[in-house]
């Protein structure tokens, strides 16, 4: 296709033809990959929620301090994690690379401190008798949802450590462009939007009170 | 590359630090308001309500800034949320009268 057609493309009041959303196929291989992530998570977070409603018994473990203390820092720690990545991704479309390289090797510090802290929440409720099948406090399908829930958000940020260093040693290297940053940090805020709804549904609505 | 080959390659990300560092600041707010709502023991239909709403904004300021969907096309947002929104109706609609049913004889 010669370059004056897909220019008329692009620039007509749709943008429709060869780029009906005027990005790259990455990009809007992305955003496909978001959306159909976000059902999954959407499906995991609704059945978590008719569950609890459907019983009584259902457990409410996390006492503020020191649980709901410690899963909001986890939240912080990943929210700066995106700071740093929409930082990373500015650098990288400025065309600085050493600056979105050290950018997004601090997504990542933050990306591993976020699981060090959640393995070690993991670890405590596992020692205070939390099971799959099985919990001291009540109904005993809370452990198989919050495992589930929790558990496939850790993957995702494992997942996106992984990427995050791919990305990072191509970019550095002069084989990634500025968009395969820009792709890399939807993934990366995207699992930070699911933490926002997995915080406030798994964790500030089991609120343990003295 | 030049710069500005760049920020095309990256499609118009807009290289705003401040107004990012703004938008973060928010997020935590928000998140100190969840928390707080917590710790002041708010009824649960209450701050099961406030809380969705305010994880909604959230979620919206990470997409419209810091996944630049506001400066994408907005075809791009016809396109994708009012079809995730369909899929969550159905979802909701199909679910959670049962759910209520079967709460509703647990505690009869």
């Known amino acids: 296709m010669a370059h004056g057609e897909r220019d008329v493309a692009v620039n007509s009041a749709w943008a429709g033809g060869v780029r ?3 990005m790259g196929s990455k990009k809007l291989g992305m955003w496909l990959f978001i959306i159909s992530d976000s059902l999954t998570f959407s499906v995991l977070l ?14 409410r473990p996390f006492p503020f301090s020191p649980s709901i203390i410690f899963s909001t820092i986890m939240t912080v720690v990943l929210l700066f994690s995106s700071l740093t990545m929409v930082m990373a991704v500015a650098a990288a479309a400025r065309g600085r690379r050493g600056t979105a390289v050290k950018w997004i090797l601090g997504t990542m510090a933050g990306g591993a401190a976020f699981i060090g802290l959640h393995l070690t929440e993991w670890m405590h409720l596992i020692e205070a008798g939390l099971r799959p099948g099985a919990n001291p406090w009540g109904s005993p399908l809370f452990g198989a949802v919050f495992f589930g829930v929790t558990g496939l958000h850790m993957t995702h940020v494992a997942i ?11 970019f550095g290297l002069g084989k990634f462009k500025p968009e395969d940053v820009e792709v890399s940090g939807q993934y990366w805020h995207f699992v930070d939007l699911v933490w926002m709804f997995v915080f406030p549904l798994v964790y500030l609505m089991s609120v343990h009170y003295k | 590359m030049s710069a500005h080959a760049n920020a095309e390659a990256a499609g118009h990300v807009p290289a705003k630090a401040g107004l990012f560092v703004i938008v973060w600041i928010g997020l935590v707010a928000i998140t100190g308001i969840e928390v707080l709502l917590a710790y002041e023991q708010v009824a649960p239909g209450i701050m099961l ?60």
Do not use: Q
């Not at chain 1, 609704?46 to 259902?58: G, H, M, V």
């Not at chain 2, 406030?50 to 996944?67: C, E, H, T």
């Not at chain 2, 929104?85 to 159905?90: L, Q």
């Open chain 1, 20 to 22: 009906p959303f005027a």
């Open chain 1, 46 to 59: 609704l059945s978590y929620s008719y569950l609890r409603l459907a019983n009584a018994d259902w457990p």
């Open chain 1, 160 to 170: 996106g450590v992984i990427y995050l260093g791919i990305v990072a040693t191509g």
């Open chain 2, 49 to 108: 309500t406030v809380l969705v709403g305010l994880s909604v904004i959230k979620a919206g300021l990470i997409m419209a800034y810091f996944m630049h969907l506001k400066y994408e096309k907005f075809i791009l947002v016809l396109w994708l949320v009012p079809a995730f929104m369909f899929c969550v109706m159905m979802i909701c609609i199909f679910f959670f009268p049962d759910s209520l049913r079967l709460g509703s004889s647990a505690m009869h």
